[in-house]
């Protein structure tokens, strides 16, 4: 079905039914439907900040489509060097079916979206990450069936795939729990967009009360991209937050990553490594899930 929406800048910009209608697409992607294809179309793709699943993922799913993904790096391209995001904007909208975009700042892509006359995709900001959540959300319901009785524990960082997924839960019915030490807790706006879809997510500083009842524990890195300067002191702030097997002691809770992982820091190489992790699965689901965003947004 067509999207309501222009853009995909965070989670919510799909409805309910949208978010359902692009998982069970990609389901039948994944499961080799060819039914779909979006031939000679290009999608743009800007990186401010380093990727290999987004990048990779999204130029094979245009592959796999018929159509073509072209790699805009910092360096490459104008933007990079003094040209003004709304000019390139304007000019990538006059040559390319889309574009994706890995920014730091959120209201870049939102810049982005107003002045460019072709569908703008979120590939990360500091804010968000809906692109993970797609995947995140594809993961689950291949693990358990239906999502809705589902729960998930988000533990470490409040950062950008802990709150898109935070929303896209509450859009697919998953009940979320989540620890994060006061100091870098989510966005009270994501809890607000989280009630808007009905959902209540219990929020807390202590992760073994989290993962008690989880089906499921998320962790992501306590230092995300653009935030070197500030690792130690978030170190040590999140002492006691990280996924091990002492904390996962007394469940058989599965574990997801959206990946890169920095073992020994938010989760083990033991758990990384263990039957526990989707981590793999989540990553191969990016492409099927970015194939069905796409088909949905330019079919
Ligand atoms: N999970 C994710 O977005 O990975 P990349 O940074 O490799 O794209
Ligand atoms: N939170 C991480 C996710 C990387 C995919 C970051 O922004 O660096």
Redesign the pocket.
């Known amino acids: 079905m067509p999207l309501d929406t222009d853009d995909f800048l965070d989670i919510d910009d799909l409805t309910p039914a949208e978010l359902d209608a692009v998982l069970e697409r990609a389901s039948a992607l994944k499961a080799g439907a060819d039914d779909a294809q979006l031939p000679d179309q290009t999608l743009g793709m800007i990186f401010e900040?380093p990727?290999t699943?987004?990048r990779v993922s999204f130029e094979t799913g245009m592959t796999d489509l018929g159509g073509h993904a072209m790699f805009l790096g910092p360096d490459d391209i104008q933007l990079g060097h003094g040209e003004p995001l709304r000019d390139t904007a304007r000019v990538l909208g006059r040559y390319v079916d889309a574009v994706m975009a890995r920014l730091f700042d959120h209201a870049d892509v939102e810049t982005l979206a107003e002045h460019a006359d072709c569908p703008v995709i979120n590939g990360?900001t500091?804010e968000a990450?809906p692109c993970?959540t797609l995947a995140d959300l594809l993961t689950i319901r291949e693990a358990f069936g239906d999502a809705e009785d589902v729960t998930v524990a988000w533990v470490g960082?409040g950062?950008?795939?802990g709150q898109s997924f935070v929303v896209g839960a509450a859009m697919a019915g998953i009940d979320v729990t989540v620890a994060t030490p006061a100091d870098y807790a989510m966005d009270e706006a994501v809890f607000d967009r989280a009630a808007d879809f009905g959902a209540d997510p219990t929020v807390t500083t202590d992760p073994e009360a989290a993962v008690a009842d989880a089906d499921v524990v998320y962790t992501?890195?306590w230092i995300?991209?653009?935030q070197e300067d500030e690792r130690e002191e978030k170190l040590a702030a999140f002492e006691g937050f990280q996924v091990n097997e002492a904390l996962l002691a007394g469940t058989d809770a599965q574990v997801m990553h959206?990946?890169?992982a920095h073992r020994g820091e938010e989760i083990t190489n033991d758990v990384l490594e263990s039957d526990r992790a989707l981590a793999w699965d989540q990553a191969e689901n990016r492409l099927h899930a970015q194939k069905a965003l796409l088909v949905e947004l330019l079919a």
């Open positions: 900040k990727s699943r987004t990360l500091d990450h993970q960082d950062n950008n795939v992501d890195v995300s991209m653009g959206c990946l890169p």
